[in-house]
């Protein structure tokens, strides 16, 4: 039963470049979540998504970032014309339902942006 | 809005010694609280996750304890090892319209052999 995927575990983008970030939740699981961790910083919430609908975009920056969770494949977190701030490492969590109890996180993608 | 905030920032202990992690919280109205690990370079296992109803949670060497109507939470960890060495994670669900985690920013542990 394989956990959370995340990939790739590391991405190395130019300043512009556009980073796609992907994450398979675990088997049965239909709740995604993504959160971010800035370096020397906390995980920091940025969007909750289910099947083809996001619940919650709350903590994602305005411009420049999007995610999706389609009905087919893995969700992905997609940032356009990345700058060095987006340098961090993104997490990815899911569960089976709605109440936080047992989110299984995935191992994260370390985004550096040159 | 709500904050957690963990105390220390970072430990460093000999082998052996027992040691308390602090955690507290701003907004009481929490559904549950959840200890993880975090190893570095990699993602982050669950330790222990107590409701907001119950008081504290047991495994191994681990003890989490929760005082929900002070916002505090401890972690406590007996025989330290090598191991153990990590950054460990607060984080609370809160009880309403909750869709994430708040994280605090953890305390990194060393465990010195």
């Not at chain 1, 411009?63 to 940032?79: Q, V």
């Not at chain 2, 982050?44 to 304890?65: D, K, P, V, Y």
């Not at chain 2, 916002?71 to 090892?81: E, N």
């Amino acid at each position: 039963n394989a956990g959370v995927m995340q990939n790739p575990r590391h991405l190395v983008r130019r300043r512009g470049q556009e980073a796609r970030l992907r994450c398979s939740p675990m088997k049965g699981h239909s709740h995604v979540y993504w959160y971010r961790q800035l370096p020397e910083e906390g995980l920091k919430f940025m969007v909750y998504l289910q099947k083809e609908n996001i619940i919650d975009e709350s903590g994602m920056p305005k411009e420049r970032f999007s995610a999706e969770f389609p009905k087919e494949g893995p969700s992905i977190l997609r940032i356009q014309q990345v700058v060095r701030g987006d340098s961090a490492a993104y997490f990815c969590a899911s569960s089976g339902g709605t109440r936080g109890p047992n989110q299984y996180f995935g191992a994260g993608t370390r985004l550096s942006v040159l | 809005k709500q904050e957690v905030t963990q105390i220390p920032a970072a430990l460093s202990v000999p082998e052996g010694e027992n040691l308390v992690l602090n955690c507290s919280f701003t907004d009481s109205a929490i559904y549950n609280l959840q200890w993880f690990r975090q190893d570095p370079g990699k993602g982050l296992t669950s330790l222990l996750l107590i409701q907001s109803s119950q008081r504290e949670q047991t495994s191994g060497r681990l003890n989490a304890s929760l005082d929900k109507s002070s916002g505090r939470s401890t972690l406590y960890i007996a025989a330290s090892q090598p191991g153990d060495s990590a950054t460990y994670l607060c984080a609370v669900w809160r009880e309403t319209s909750g869709s994430r985690l708040t994280f605090g920013e953890g305390t990194q542990l060393t465990v010195n052999p």
